[in-house]
């Protein structure tokens, strides 16, 4: 079984994200680049980093009206990335002109409620019933839609999973037993994840703030 983990690589030198994922690159599935990396470095620093050799994650989450959406994931074919994010909430056509637009080989995820929400940040922005209920909802629509899977954090992943049988799952907000969960609200450990059916364990500061990130990034992948 390939390695499920991608680095979420959310530094800002070039160099130094290249010299990180040429040290963790044994003990890793992927990178993902976000709006921090692609905001600082752009087109040019997304094909630096795929030059070493490894899947690419481009995590922008689109989220405008379909035409916009559309036009964004034409702009990225070049850059050939094996997942990209939309944003669920953008709505069924935004979901499906982006699916339609994307290129053969890239599977297009939507982004349900962010990690960093926990209830009383989600009832602020006006969604009651809590992350159980509108991640479900969400995991419909976007199925519905015709895209390859959704975003969402380990405490969610197994129901869907019981739902939409054969949907890509992608799971950020992972710890390691005992690790500082920072802004991530919704957490879980890499394995707790991957049991309960995550496709993809999205994993950053674990091993990027690590003292030694090719020994965290070798610990993790030993728990799975
Ligand atoms: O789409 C994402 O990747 C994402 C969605 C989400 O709900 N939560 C979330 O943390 N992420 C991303 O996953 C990464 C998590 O980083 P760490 O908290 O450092 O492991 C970051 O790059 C976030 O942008």
Redesign the pocket.
Known sequence: MSNPVYL?L?VPQLDAAKALVRKVAPHIGGV?L?LEFFCAHGMHGVHEIAHLGLPIFL?L?FHDIPNTVAGAMQAIHVLEPAIV?VHASGGRAMMEDAKAAAGENTRVVA?TM???LDQRDMERTGITGGAHDQVMRLAELAEKSGLDGI?CSGKEVGAVHKQWKHGFFVV???RPKGGNS?D?KRVVTPREARDDGAGVL?????ISKADDPAEAARAIEATL
């Open positions: 979420a959310d993902k976000g995590d989450k994010t982004v962010l990690t960093s975003v950020p907000g992972l920072g991530q999205v994993i950053g500061r674990p």
